[in-house]
């Protein structure tokens, strides 16, 4: 694609479209953007000169980007409604989803896509950091903020492109993809799908666009290719798995030979099995064996994904979980490595629809902690559903102590609450709550 062109981004804050755009920006074109919400990807953006509006006017439209060249590259989570879609489109602009340009940019490339219902955006930074380590030319669009990296958006070159291959309404069917990878599939966004068959049905589509080779985990079946596991005997697998202080060791068993005394430091089982999804691609395409090892080694994680902090005598975990799965998760690893503490959680139920349609589950989950707090559910794309609340949420979950919760009162509660760990979750803004905790974990650590 062309370098000097102007992109309008409706939706530039999300965390698909915020790689796109440092990905156009980074080829010498003008960005500017709509997100309603100034956060810390917005911010960032606004660093490195991209224009972003927090108001939905065409007024605020400067000339040159009210002209009928500016391409526009919209979220699926942006209503039809719109004003700035609908201007553009009255004016026949060049308008695209963001699944058909992340197509276009990543077709004449060797592409990596990984799905699943969860654990794509950690195996596909994983893969990313293998492929850095190993200098490969690569260029990578992650779902989430690489630790050590601080961005989603990775280039070194354009041989291979890694790309989080989303479910959400079918948008992993534009990709080109020449690997893919499936980490899971549960019951997940049944506001698009009805059903749990046409959502297995999509990722079947999914599979049979790939053109070379399909990996998937043990947690999936019905698919031919490469699998991997944990203490599985799979085509990729580890075995002889030790716990460590801050992840664990083991060996890594492939079709061909045998790799010992690996170390990750990551906690957590699924992080593990995301580690040899991606450690077995990278080994597939032949990718340096030792330079692969010692690269598990030293990936310091995802922005929220199992991110650790102590405060004074606790121990709290920021995690982007917001499916009963993640969350389940979440409590597994809690339990790996603080079996005997008392653990409270802090949730924020994301969509209306998703909490609809995973209530017991939800209920199921959350009620193995010792203390459950709810925040209001945050509604993102969706208009409220009657019937639907943290409040009958609140009501399933068997727990002692357990209350909804104000999203101004989430530090003051993390400080007061009678556990030793205390998980925060969702997929909302709850993040945002508790930045000034973690700043001051990390001021006091230097």
Do not use: W
């Not at 990775?154 to 989303?166: F, L, M, P, Q």
């Not at 992993?172 to 959502?199: C, R």
């Not at 043990?218 to 991997?228: A, K, N, T």
């Not at 902090?309 to 969350?327: G, M, Q, T, W």
């Amino acid at each position: 694609m062309n370098s000097n062109q102007k992109y309008f981004f409706i939706g530039i804050g999300g965390i698909g479209m915020s790689s796109i755009a440092k990905y156009f920006l980074d080829k010498g074109n003008k960005i500017m953007g709509y997100d309603r919400v100034e956060s810390e990807i917005v911010k960032n953006l606004s660093k490195e000169g991209v224009k972003v509006l927090d108001k939905i006017d065409v007024n605020l439209l400067p000339d040159n980007f009210k002209s009928n060249d500016v391409i526009v590259i919209y979220s699926s989570a942006i209503s039809q409604e719109n004003s700035y879609l609908n201007y553009y489109l009255t004016n026949k602009n060049k308008i695209y989803k963001r699944s058909e340009i992340l197509g276009e940019i990543t077709e004449k490339t060797f592409c990596i896509s990984v799905a699943g219902t969860h654990g794509k955006t950690t195996t596909s930074a994983i893969l990313t950091h293998l492929f850095y380590k190993c200098e490969e030319s690569f260029q990578s669009f992650i779902g989430g903020i690489l630790n050590g990296y601080e961005t989603n958006f990775i280039s070194t070159g354009k041989k291979y492109s890694i790309v989080e291959a989303d479910e959400y309404d079918r948008s992993f069917l534009q990709l080109k993809s020449n690997i893919g990878i499936i980490t899971s599939i549960e019951k997940d966004h049944l506001d698009i799908y009805g059903d749990f068959k046409s959502l297995k049905e999509s990722f079947h589509l999914f599979s049979d666009r790939v053109t070379d080779k399909i990996f998937y985990s043990d947690q999936v079946e019905g698919f031919e290719g490469l699998s991997y596991s944990i203490n599985l005997e799979t085509d990729y697998y580890a075995r002889n798995i030790s716990l460590m202080e801050k992840g664990y060791k083991f060996d890594i068993i492939t079709p061909y030979n045998e790799f010992t005394n690996v170390e990750f430091n990551q906690i957590g089982g699924h992080n593990l099995l995301n580690a040899i999804g991606a450690f077995s691609v990278a080994h597939y395409l032949g990718l340096e064996g030792n330079k692969l090892i010692k690269a598990l080694a030293d990936f310091k994680g995802v922005y929220r994904r199992m991110d650790i902090f102590r405060l004074s005598n606790k121990i709290v975990i920021d995690d982007y979980a917001h499916h009963p799965s993640e969350i389940n998760a979440v409590l597994n690893s809690i339990k790996d490595k603080y079996n005997n503490l008392k653990a409270g959680v802090i949730f924020q139920p994301h969509l209306f629809s998703r909490t609809k349609d995973l209530l017991d589950d939800f209920a199921k989950v959350l009620s193995k902690f010792d203390e459950v707090y709810l925040l209001e559910i945050y509604p993102a794309r969706e208009e409220p559903i009657e019937g639907v609340s943290s409040d009958v949420l609140l009501d399933k979950i068997i727990c002692d102590k357990k209350s909804i919760l104000k999203i101004e009162s989430v530090n003051e509660k993390i400080e007061s609450i009678d556990c030793e760990i205390i998980a925060v979750l969702g997929a909302g803004n709850v993040a945002n709550s508790i930045q000034s905790l973690k700043k001051k974990y990390y001021e006091s650590s230097i």
